[in-house]
């Protein structure tokens, strides 16, 4: 018999409204394996017990009544990045210790009104900063597939959390590879929307040219069912754009005859993991299997990412968190003066890779470099964005790793920054450009750790990439399988 908390969320819906089960009994499986599991994976950092069995009553009524909202009843979890009214929103950092937001951001707002059952907030790296989760200043949360190992991040709860079936889902964000790396990581579907497709109101911002919410999930059906109820226009956020949404669900026909996928020569480099290449290589065959046509492409500007992101986004990250002085937000340690103020402040409020981030981005902008770096870093990123609209012009989609390696473990690349930074050398060009993208699970290493494959689209082309993801998650069985951990 399939446990309650291994159902995806297109599955459980089915129950639902079959009146087979009902959404309280879903939610107390999902808290039960929450108990369960938690102490070992540290995922969430608040539980929100009672609000999500108020939620699944509440959603168990509706439905008596006739109501059939898109996600009644449905238990998902969200990371503590985004602001959620009444419940703490720490963004995995002290200096928000205790902050309890007087607002939901417009992704929570909109889950809410589409029927979600709140669990509670997962971890995160500190303000997004991270590729692991090891910079929460509140716990390390581990993978469920090794325990030793990292979940990827900086949405590595979200990803957890729905891998040891602690969620049926959760919403991530993404500024580098936040959502596709720890969803290749944990074998999940994990979904970066284009920029400007889903509201960054109530995000906390760290890149504002990157930052974007989107779904984790066990299929890429499921992607598609979060997707359709956060995106569109925001009016709170000027940053959304009013492109029109597509239906993603009926973008599910399995069909992909005639598509034509990318492959980018600098995304199979040295230094790769063999099995990951392998995966890959056997995925994009099965790709041609099902009718698509491959096509080789360049993307020449690829080996500038990673240079061009760390100086962008450190540099946006500096202008965002300079707001946390103690005075205008965040802990105060109070010193008497303003100036021992904020360096007290500061100084114990953030952790070290947050600090690296500020300085890194505050030098990149200081009088006499921003032209050298900073503004030499936009050109760059108008490059990269080029690359990809030149090769969207012959090709549908692109496929390529999500990462070059399987999860690595715990503190293996804490001591050094640049090896930790390559970990996102095939998320971040996506990011840079405002594009979409898709993880999808697409095999396993010999210990038995997921590899993710992932699918590019054009900016708002999400329902073309959720067809490759969805027609070639049917033809396989990847995305079924579950951590040993979850199913005891």
């Not at 819906?13 to 009902?22: F, P, Q, V, Y």
């Not at 959390?161 to 969620?167: K, L, W």
């Not at 080789?296 to 707001?323: C, D, F, G």
Request: proline share 6%.
């Amino acid at each position: 018999m399939t446990l309650l908390t291994e159902l995806t969320i297109t599955e459980a819906l089915a129950k639902l409204r079959s009146k087979e089960i009902t959404s309280v009994e879903l939610t107390r499986a999902y808290l039960d394996q929450i108990e369960k599991l938690d102490p070992t994976i540290q995922a969430y950092l608040t539980v929100t017990v009672e609000r999500a069995l108020a939620d699944a009553e509440a959603a168990d009524k509706a439905r008596a009544a006739g109501d059939e909202r898109p996600l009644l009843g449905i238990p998902l979890a969200i990371k503590d990045v985004l602001s959620t009214r009444d419940i703490e929103t720490t963004c995995g950092s002290k200096i928000l210790k205790g902050y309890k937001p007087l607002y939901d951001a417009t992704v929570v707002q909109r889950l809410a009104d589409a029927g979600m059952v709140m669990l509670g907030k997962v971890n995160m790296d500190e303000f997004a900063m991270g590729s692991s989760t090891e910079n929460s200043a509140y716990a390390i949360t581990r993978n469920p597939w090794d325990i030793e190992r990292v979940p990827g991040g900086s949405s590595g709860g979200s990803a957890a959390a729905v891998s040891a079936g602690m969620a049926a889902g959760a919403i991530g964000t993404d500024t580098g590879g936040s959502i596709r790396e720890p969803g290749s990581f944990c074998g999940i579907a994990a979904l970066k929307a284009s920029y400007g497709r889903v509201s960054r109101y109530g995000l906390v911002a760290f890149g504002s040219s990157l930052d974007g919410a989107g779904p984790m999930t066990r299929s890429v059906e499921d992607c598609a069912r979060i997707l359709q109820v956060i995106a569109g226009k925001d009016p709170l956020d000027a940053t959304s754009m009013p492109v029109e949404v597509p239906d993603y669900l009926a973008a599910l026909t399995g069909d992909i005859k005639g598509l034509k996928v990318g492959i980018p020569k600098e995304y199979f480099i040295e230094g790769i993991q063999p099995e990951v290449e392998a995966a890959i290589r056997t995925a994009i065959a099965k790709l041609e299997s099902l009718g698509a046509k491959t096509v080789p492409i360049s993307l020449p500007h690829t080996q500038y990412s990673l240079p061009v992101y760390y100086i962008i986004a450190p540099a946006e990250a500096s202008a965002n968190l300079a707001r946390y002085d103690g005075i205008r937000f965040g802990q105060k340690v109070d010193k008497g003066e303003m100036w021992p103020t904020y360096k007290a402040t500061r100084g114990q409020g953030f952790g070290p890779e947050v600090k690296r981030r500020i300085m890194l981005g505050t030098y990149a902008l200081s009088a006499g470099y921003y032209d050298a770096y900073y503004g030499k870093a936009q050109a760059v990123r108008t490059l990269i964005k080029q690359d990809f609209d030149t090769a969207f012009k012959d090709v549908d989609v692109i496929v390529a790793p999500t990462a070059p390696k399987t999860a690595f473990k715990i503190g293996q690349n804490s001591s050094d920054p640049l090896s930790m930074y390559l970990e996102d050398v095939f998320t971040l060009p996506p990011s840079l450009a405002g594009i979409c993208g898709l993880n999808v699970p697409c095999g396993f290493d010999q210990d038995n750790l997921p590899i993710g494959m992932q699918i590019l689209g054009k900016a708002f082309a999400e329902d073309t990439i959720l067809r490759v993801g969805h027609a070639y998650e049917q033809a396989t069985d990847w995305h079924t399988r579950r951590p040993t951990l979850a199913t005891a």
